[in-house]
């Protein structure tokens, strides 16, 4: 989980990532597959300090850090393995891992009423907000993908209750690095967000002066 600084003062925001991961068995499976969901949730608010505090009161919950954030991706894992018994070994013929995604997003209801600047900082944070959020998905379903082809990898074992035991085994590892790839990815966005930000700003200025007549 990080903390994120706001625009360009130093309020806090911060993205957070969910994660539960379920390993099943059987039915046959050829690649990694995606089942992604979006919410959204309200806040108003016409200053940058009012959105600040609208995130704060009705962000998503997360019960790792017992805090609201303003955008969440709660994903799980499942995993399914196909095996082929024969008399003297078990070989595993089939590995599917699918990805259950749903990214939170804010909704902000109150563009109106609000100034200029404050509606550009705010679409340029939304997006960023987004961005993150659909690169932690990407991070899981790329996992997901290496964890299939580690399974098929395994061999023929001697029973089918060694190639499962081998199989759980190669899941918890891979599942634990993607784990730590998702805490790094947050690492390196929370220390470039600032000058992200900024960045994304003057590109969207620049295409605005050049779609100006």
Request: charged content about 30%; some cysteine.
């Amino acid at each position: 989980m990080r903390e994120y600084p706001m625009a360009l003062k130093r309020k806090l925001l911060a993205c957070a990532l969910a994660c539960a991961t379920l390993v099943g068995a059987a039915m046959p499976a050829s690649t990694a597959n995606l089942n992604k969901t979006y919410s959204y949730f309200s806040i108003g608010g016409t200053t940058l300090d009012e959105i600040q505090t609208e995130l704060s009161k009705r962000g998503p919950h997360v019960k790792s850090t017992g805090l609201r954030h303003p955008g969440a991706t709660q994903m799980e894992f499942n995993s399914r393995v196909g095996y082929a018994q024969s008399e003297d070994s078990c070989k595993i013929v089939s590995a599917t891992v699918s990805v259950r995604a749903k990214v939170i997003l804010p909704r902000w209801r109150r563009t109106a009423k609000a100034d200029g600047d404050v509606r550009f900082i705010w679409s340029t944070l939304e997006a960023d907000i987004k961005r993150h959020e659909e690169s932690h998905v990407v991070i899981a379903k790329n996992h997901a993908r290496e964890l299939e082809k580690a399974i098929l990898a395994i061999g023929r074992q001697k029973n089918c209750a060694i190639a499962a035991e081998k199989a759980q085994t190669v899941s918890d590892k891979i599942l634990a690095k993607h784990d730590r790839e998702q805490q790094r990815f947050d690492r390196v966005e929370g220390i470039n967000f600032e000058s992200r930000l900024i960045r994304l700003m003057r590109y969207r200025l620049e295409r605005a002066a050049k779609a100006s007549p």
